[in-house]
T-cell receptor, first 115, second 114 residues
Framework: DADVTQTPRNRITKTGKRIMLECSQTKGHDRMYWYRQDPGLGLRLIYYSFDVKDINKGEISDGYSVSRQAQAKFSLSLESAIPNQTALYFC??????????????FGPGTRLTVL | DQQVKQNSPSLSVQEGRISILNCDYTNSMFDYFLWYKKYPAEGPTFLISISSIKDKNEDGRFTVFLNKSAKHLSLHIVPSQPGDSAVYFCAAVNYGGSQGNLIFGKGTKLSVKP
């Protein structure tokens, strides 16, 4: 079973609609992240959370909000979707740096299309 | 301003030959560097990392070289295989002084031709 899961995997919505993307993890990590990938722009950080009570804005947080419902769950919301939010969205998790494990573990992604 | 740069959007290599993917960075505070591989319709997967106190790290066919004075790292794949065809992202992080967020380059699409 996948350690980091994302739902839905694909979503088509219309401009102005509210949409939520969900992420769950079984790795037991405290840290969770949301990224978006656009062609030619790499991965850009939207929001990150280091524990249930900690939420931080990333590089491109405008138009997005997040909720950390539990250690294992981190959801991303688009309050009023617009076409330039069409992208691939990835959730990721990581352990504490003190463990010596530096990498982040990514989910399979959600392809979002806003018409 | 981009802190991590991958200046080659794409690279094509013949099977069996060496693939060299390059990455430059501007922030001298970065203390770990990572390479991720991404296939279509999948999330990025971790490939190899290197600490700033080292200049080389090897894992099977994959070797990462770090040149701190030039603020440059490279990923060597030898020998290249068709299954290595993917987008490769370079990432950097400053664990010592910040929250530990990865900064990614824009990626290089590697095509390995049989």
């Amino acid at each position: 079973d996948a350690d980091v899961t994302q739902t839905p995997r694909n979503r088509i919505t219309k401009t102005g609609k509210r949409i939520m993307l969900e992420c769950s993890q079984t790795k037991g990590h405290d840290r969770m992240y949301w990224y978006r990938q656009d062609p030619g722009l790499g991965l850009r950080l939207i929001y990150y959370s280091f524990d249930v009570k900690d939420i931080n804005k990333g590089e491109i947080s405008d138009g997005y909000s997040v909720s950390r419902q539990a250690q294992a769950k981190f959801s991303l919301s688009l309050e009023s979707a617009i076409p330039n939010q069409t992208a691939l969205y990835f959730c990721a998790t990581s352990d504490l740096p003190a463990t010596g494990v530096v990498e982040q573990f990514f989910g399979p992604g959600t392809r979002l299309t806003v018409l | 301003d981009q802190q991590v740069k991958q200046n080659s959007p794409s690279l094509s290599v013949q099977e069996g030959r060496i693939s060299i993917l390059n990455c430059d960075y501007t922030n001298s505070m970065f203390d770990y560097f990572l390479w991720y591989k991404k296939y279509p319709a999948e999330g990025p997967t971790f490939l190899i990392s290197i600490s700033s106190i080292k200049d080389k790290n090897e894992d099977g066919r994959f070797t990462v070289f770090l040149n701190k004075s030039a603020k440059h790292l490279s990923l060597h794949i030898v020998p290249s295989q068709p299954g290595d065809s993917a987008v490769y992202f370079c990432a950097a992080v400053n664990y010592g002084g910040s929250q530990g967020n990865l900064i990614f380059g824009k990626g290089t699409k590697l095509s390995v031709k049989p």
